[in-house]
């Protein structure tokens, strides 16, 4: 598993509304157009794939996937608090 960061910038509301659904059912919610995603290398390939079949030849703005190495995951720091909804989703998670 990795974890990549994906983040967005387009103006269409109707396509960034698509974007933010399909993100929604791969990670987790950190800003407004800011993601983060635990996948396998299966899913990454996945969701690009969704991604670049819903955005098409996009020439008003793009996604960018920054994968977050193992030593680097650790070292991720927040300033603040992570918001109820975001520790919700969290919780629900089950490794066994």
């Given amino acids: 598993m990795s974890v990549y960061v994906v983040s967005y910038d387009i103006s269409s509301d109707r ?11 791969y990670g987790m ?14 899913k990454y390939k996945e969701l690009y794939a ?18 977050i190495c193992g030593n680097c995951e650790g070292k991720i720091r927040t300033i603040g608090q992570i918001t109820a909804k ?11």
Avoid: H, P, W
């Avoid at 396509?15 to 059912?25: D, M, N, Q």
């Avoid at 975001?86 to 066994?96: H, L, P």
């Fill in 15 to 25: 396509l960034r509304a698509k974007v933010a659904k399909t993100l929604e059912g």
């Fill in 50 to 67: 969704a991604l670049l079949n819903i955005t098409g030849d996009m020439e008003d703005g793009s996604i960018r996937f920054y994968n």
């Fill in 29 to 42: 919610r950190m800003q407004y157009s800011v993601f983060e995603c635990r996948l396998s290398e299966k």
């Fill in 86 to 96: 975001k520790t919700e989703i969290a919780e629900k998670i089950i490794v066994i």
